[in-house]
């Protein structure tokens, strides 16, 4: 059975402690939950079937009666409450972003979600901030806090297998604290409909070891090295995509995702296309046919060789 | 035994029915579109909620057509997006709701002993707004520019920015629509129930199942209020541009999602209670006892009305509301288990202690149970914050609510439609057919939704158009899809029973089940007055203690048999004991409530278009039509042809001071009230949680203007009260006169207020707090413009003859709204005036 419950965005194959708990949760609940369903249906079975004593006295049917009644409806009900709570409040408290023992000082990593893109931001990164999109690099092993807000519409950060989500609202910031036992990749996709591509709206997280992770940082802290093979592609990128797209020492745009360290990801189009070699040049002639609706506009007025040069700079940009 | 009940001598049964369909009688032909009668109106409810029902099926199958097989390309996302969104809209406004409100519409007056709801008109009014909205709404899908922001319609996606096309505007025109339906069946349903139950039926001798359509009713005329605000509220934003929800102007979307689940939460205990109202109502037949612990399920509906206001938040774990909050919504989403538990243990206990037959009607409530109780531990788990924010928005949640709506509603509802049918056709269905049809909807359902709990926990979220086999959720989405098409198949198989029973069923005795309501008394099918002569009611059971009821009833030989004064009568009642008071008579079948809701559609669809000012033309005709239809109510000669009643018979309503309608408007005005509520509540939660909320340090509006506008309003207050104080003395002195002058104050009120709004030159486009204080000073003008058309109507009524010492009813029901106005008002100044001058500006 624990190899159907694998995945990586399944809930019931947990990769930190809050996790963890929740699926324990779980199946104290499921179990429980069975025994009530199949007691209550067996019984309503049984009270079917004929052959019983039907003479009774009416006070012998009211304390009947009344025996189901506040046995079933009113004790059951509240003892299981009762135990419910007993086993999750503490699991929730376990989850809230509160200050850390011995001065401890959480990890904060900004996430903000955009129609269709993640804007991942590290602003206490030495040296520097750092910005990425569209993947997430964390610690393993030690609370992060993720401050999260949407900048359009509402999206959600879930993180499936490091545990619950939580809302990224215009106009707010939510904080949602996680940590991550094991370092791997894990799936992470928008969780609350935010339109047309709300399904193409994955985020590829990565727990990596504390040196791993501070190296990341470090490699991001200078702009990517051009090679001066690129330089018709680089004008092409200035004359049409630097209004939108911000390419370290290159351009500042702000409407779509960092392209500083593109060269670097798994995916394009937040999980829609595998990055590969030429990727990027197949994704700017067909991103409207593979990612319907996304807010880049179509580049039918360039050339596919123009797009192509394009993409394969861009590849280059890897810090 | 009720002989002493019986006190006339038997008469021809043919003859009177004759007489009493003279007056009673539906129309043929174009006339067929005036008629008022609840037992025509509820099957069209019905047969309409029926056809919705089809068409959120079918979307529902391209859902899972599109789900079946990973990287499908059945349907566009937009598309989809549609779809989905439709599938819940139609299936929550269009098919649930009005389904269950025509059961009841249809059922009420025939379990209580009453020959026809008590606003006839209205039930009319309310199905012309439903059909009208429900195509108006749906005619997008064809016209494929139908909402695609999810059934829930979040803000800022659905605004004017992120939903450009006139999608939204479909959702929230059109649902505003229905809901005028569903308010006006919930406010007649509760005044019918209150006031229109036969000769001694007291509260407690009640059906159960008028208790829990007593408790819907209230909670529609309660939990549909915010909704409505919301919809006027995002509209006007999308329209004008007023932006309550646009946080750069200092409004906020969570204000949405506040309000929506304000009606939303609600809502799914409206689907729930009377569908439990059915399973409470058949399991004693079956069982062949009365149901053990009447009073327990009965505090147990009031206390699930009452917990079900404080739920909401549940749907909001994820928004990262403060952990005290979520810690009380949490214990109470856990808390509404109960009274539903000791209703499953009810029924255990009357199965247990009696003799139950498993027909057809039963399998289904069997389904029910099992399904249902599932629903319901997953509701539980999901009131556990910590889990609530793992699998919120994911499939197990879509699971969880198709257990608690499918099972809680579907399939209870599926049990009472076999259950009635003899009475709706006089025919049998066919037993084989129908558990074909059972087995194949139970299996299927289970196999779509139980498989979709797995699907969820493995990380699948809502709302997705596609997915990848590297996500590991391709054969449980395949299942799912199967199970969805056995499931329709068991449907159709149902439809297709039902169809054919028309024809082929045979004939069905008189009460067919042995059971014990009085709406097994009716003819089968019922009569349009339902009852020749309305029984008197000693006990829970009128039919299982004297099964000749039907015989007795159609003889004439119980009350107002009488028929040649051409009136449409029933009792108006007691509300505790349900001893008579007075005789209600009913307004026949008219025109006025189409022509109303055709103005009112006209309305709606040039708001769609955006021809503005043609909408406001067919506003003013619609609510030209509406007091036209006003009218013709009360002492007119059209509505009471004399007024003369039989020795011994208490006196016309219409000649009391407390007749059904001052019971409607107060029940109106709670509705009101609730939409009122939500707006102070909107006040106060942007002022004080709205995150670039701004506010100006001394108020915009004139506080001298505004009281002095509340003082005219109390003096018109004030005098309407003492005329009607007169009139209860049968003293009409001056009453013409007075009521003119009650209108001039009125006007002057009106006029003062007119100068606030234009003094205070609000930039209601510009800053959340300036429109939201334009609609609240809006909202009394229109109440205050109200009241005032009302009272100068009722002076000229005076000059008619309609009104006066003999007929002195309709001024106290105006008065009612005048006092509404009088406490909102006031409220208005304290809230939006007073307070901001005292605490001062800034948030």
């Known amino acids: ?319 | 035994m009720s002989d002493t009940a019986q006190t006339a001598t038997p008469q021809d049964p043919q003859r009177l029915h004759e007489d009493m369909h003279e007056v009673w009688g539906n129309p043929r032909g174009l006339k067929a579109l005036t008629i008022v009668n609840h037992t025509t109106l509820g099957l069209r409810f019905m047969v309409t909620g029926m056809v919705f029902f089809l068409i959120g099926g079918i979307l529902a199958m391209l859902v899972r057509t599109q789900l079946a097989f990973p990287d499908q390309e059945f349907m566009s996302p937009e598309i989809y997006n549609q779809v989905f969104t439709m599938h819940g809209t139609v299936m929550m406004f269009l098919f649930a709701i009005p389904m269950l409100e025509g059961l009841a519409i249809y059922m009420i007056p025939k379990m209580i002993g009453a020959r026809d709801l008590v606003c006839p008109r209205l039930t009319s009014l309310g199905y012309w707004c439903y059909l009208f909205g429900g195509i108006i709404l749906t005619s997008s899908l064809f016209l494929e520019m139908a909402p695609d922001s999810g059934w829930f319609m979040y803000t800022p996606l659905s605004s004017g920015e992120f939903a450009p096309g006139p999608g939204s505007d479909f959702w929230l025109l059109g649902i505003t629509f229905v809901e005028i339906s569903a308010l006006s069946a919930g406010v007649e349903l509760v005044v019918s129930i209150l006031r229109t139950r036969t000769r001694g039926m007291s509260l407690d001798k009640m059906p159960l199942f008028a208790w829990y359509i007593l408790a819907m009713a209230l909670m529609i005329v309660v939990g549909f209020p915010p909704l409505i605000l919301a919809s006027i509220m995002l509209e006007l934003e999308r329209a004008v541009g007023m932006p309550f929800f646009e946080v750069a102007a200092g409004g906020d979307p969570i204000l949405w999602q506040h309000l929506f689940w304000l009606f939303g939460h609600p809502e799914v205990y409206i689907i729930f209670l009377p569908a439990a109202g059915i399973v409470s109502t058949l399991i004693p037949v079956f069982a062949g006892r009365p149901i053990v612990g009447y009073r327990w399920v009965v505090v147990a509906i009031i206390v699930t009305g009452f917990i079900s206001f404080g739920l909401w938040v549940h749907h909001m774990f994820t928004v990262g509301i403060p952990q005290l909050a979520q810690a009380f919504f949490s214990a109470a989403s856990m808390l509404v288990a109960v009274p539903t538990a000791i209703q499953v243990f009810v029924w255990l206990a009357t199965l247990w202690l009696g003799r139950p037959v498993m027909k057809l009607p039963m399998l289904w409530v069997l389904g029910f149970l099992i399904i249902f109780v599932c629903g319901g531990l997953t509701g539980v788990m999901l009131a556990l914050v910590p889990f609530n924010w793992q699998v919120h928005d994911t499939h197990f949640v879509v699971a969880h609510m198709h257990y608690v709506l499918v099972g809680g509603m579907l399939f209870p509802l599926m049990a009472g439609l076999y259950y009635w049918l003899p009475l709706f056709s006089g025919r049998m269905p066919s037993e084989r057919l129908g558990r074909w049809g059972f087995w194949l909807t139970f299996i299927g359902f289970n196999a779509t939704f139980l498989i979709m709990h797995w699907t969820g926990l493995l990380g699948m979220p809502r709302r997705i158009y596609t997915y990848e086999t590297v996500m590991g959720w391709d054969i449980f989405n395949l299942l799912s899809s199967i199970g969805g098409f056995v499931m329709s198949a068991g449907i159709a198989m149902v439809l297709l029973d039902i169809a054919l029973h028309f024809r082929f069923g045979r004939p069905a005795p008189q009460n067919p089940w042995n059971a014990d309501t009085l709406e097994w008394t009716t003819s089968m099918p019922p009569s349009a007055y339902n009852f020749a002569s309305l029984p008197r009611v000693d006990s829970r059971h009128p039919l299982w203690d004297d099964p000749e009821l039907p015989r007795t009833i159609a003889e004439g030989r119980h009350d107002l048999a009488v028929i040649d004064h051409g009136r449409r009568e029933l009792w108006g009642s007691d509300p505790l004991t349900g001893k008579v008071r007075e005789i209600i008579h009913l307004p026949g079948n008219s025109w006025w409530p189409l022509f109303a809701s055709l103005a009112l559609a006209v309305v709606c669809v040039c708001l769609l278009v955006r021809l503005y000012p043609l909408a406001g033309f067919a506003t003013l005709v619609a609510v030209g039509f509406l007091l036209r239809w006003s009218w013709e109510n009360g002492a007119h000669p059209k509505a009471a042809p004399d007024a003369q009643v039989q020795p011994g018979d208490p006196p016309l309503h219409s000649r009391t001071m407390d007749g059904p309608g001052l019971w409607a408007m107060s029940i109106a005005l709670l509705a009101n009230g609730s939409f009122f509520l939500s707006y102070l509540f909107g006040w106060f939660y942007l002022w004080t949680v709205s995150p670039q909320w701004s506010m100006p340090d001394t108020s915009p509006l004139s506080l001298p203007l505004m009281v002095l506008a509340g003082v005219a309003l109390t003096a018109g207050t004030l005098w309407l009260e003492k005329l009607v104080r007169g009139l209860r003395r049968q003293d009409d002195r001056g009453l013409a006169p007075g009521l003119f002058a009650v209108t001039a104050l009125g006007g002057a009120q009106l006029a003062l207020l007119i100068w606030v709004i234009w003094q205070a030159g609000l930039e209601a486009t510009e800053t959340a707090h300036d429109a939201v204080l334009l609609l609240g000073l809006i909202y009394v003008l229109l109440h205050g413009a109200l009241g005032t058309i009302l009272t100068l109507l009722q002076g000229l009524r005076v000059g008619y003859g309609y009104v006066s010492a003999e007929a002195p009813f309709e001024p106290a029901v105006v008065a009612r709204l005048w006092r509404y106005n009088l406490v909102v008002f006031w409220v208005v100044v304290f809230a939006l005036a007073a307070m901001p001058m005292w605490l001062g500006g800034g948030a």
């Open chain 1, 1 to 319: 059975m624990l190899a159907g419950c694998s995945g990586d965005r399944s809930i019931l194959d947990p990769a930190g402690q809050a996790a963890r708990e929740v699926a324990w949760l779980w199946w104290g609940m499921l179990a429980f939950s069975t025994l009530v369903l199949v007691v209550i249906t067996a019984l309503w079975l049984y009270a079917f079937r004929g052959g019983r004593p039907t003479e009774r006295s009416s006070r012998d049917e009211k304390r009947i009666a009344r025996r189901w009644i506040i046995g079933g409806g009113l004790l059951l009900p509240g003892l299981s409450i009762v135990v419910l709570l007993a086993f999750g409040v503490p699991v929730g408290q376990r989850m809230l972003p509160l200050p850390l023992p011995d001065g401890q000082q959480a990890e904060r990593i900004e996430v903000i979600g955009h129609q269709w893109w993640w804007e991942v931001r590290y602003p206490d990164a030495e040296g520097g901030e750092v910005v990425t999109s569209n993947q997430l690099m964390m610690p393993v092993g030690e609370p992060v806090d993720f401050h999260v807000t949407g900048a359009d519409v509402i999206h959600a950060f879930w993180i499936p297998r490091l545990g619950g989500k939580i809302d990224m609202i215009p106009g707010r910031t939510n904080v949602i604290r996680l940590e991550a036992d094991v370092a791997g990749v894990f799936g992470a996709q928008c969780a609350e409909f935010c339109g047309a591509q709300h399904t193409n709206m994955q985020l590829h997280v990565e727990a990596m070891p504390r040196d791993d992770f501070d190296a990341w940082l470090a490699e991001r802290q200078a702009p990517p090295e051009h090679s001066d093979d690129h330089q018709a592609a680089r004008d092409t990128f200035v004359e049409h995509c630097a209004s939108c797209h911000r390419v370290a020492g290159v351009s500042d745009g702000q409407q779509g995702p960092d392209l500083s360290d593109i060269g670097d990801r798994v995916s394009l189009g937040a999980g829609r296309l595998a990055m590969e070699e030429g990727a990027i040049g197949y994704w700017l002639r067909h991103h409207q046919q593979l990612k319907p609706g996304n807010r880049m506009p179509s580049h039918d007025h360039l050339d596919a060789e123009t797009l192509d040069d394009l993409g394969a700079w861009l590849e280059t940009l890897s810090p």
